[in-house]
């Protein structure tokens, strides 16, 4: 699948939710905060968030372990810490997946080449030589 071109941020989506519902990108903002908001109070409370037919959210404890720094080789400590992992459905991922096809479709115009004529089979004939 071919990269994106540039990012898109916070802004950009404000900016569709704005265009598709109708709202100001004031009160766009403030949905998308709240919604993002929302979404790290039950990852707090209870460590996950499944969202049907988009994917879902995981907050996982890692443990102390041993690393090493990169720069100067020497052994350290990295401390424990949480990781916020996501895991996309398959039918958004499906759906995605359609999408992007369909955008090919429309850019790249596919030309099938075209069968080679058929050879006329000659007729043969059985007779007796006169």
């Not at 990852?43 to 690393?67: D, I, M, P, V, W």
């Not at 424990?80 to 369909?102: C, D, I």
Request: positive net charge; hydrophobic residues 35%.
């Amino acid at each position: 699948m071919a990269k994106p071109t540039s990012r898109v941020g916070r802004n950009d989506l404000v900016g569709n939710v704005a265009g598709t519902t109708e709202l100001t990108k004031e009160n766009a903002k403030k949905v998308i905060s709240a919604v993002l908001e929302g979404i790290l109070t039950l990852l707090e409370q209870s460590g996950k968030l499944s969202l049907a037919n988009f994917g879902t959210f995981s907050l996982k404890q890692t443990k102390e372990r041993q690393g090493i720094n990169p720069k100067t080789q020497q052994p350290i400590t990295i401390p424990a810490s949480y990781r916020l992992g996501f895991k996309v459905s398959k039918t958004w991922k499906e759906a995605m997946l359609a999408r992007k096809l369909e955008q090919l479709k429309d850019k790249v115009k596919v030309h099938l080449p075209k069968e080679p004529p058929k050879a006329k089979v000659a007729a043969k004939t059985r007779g007796k030589k006169k």
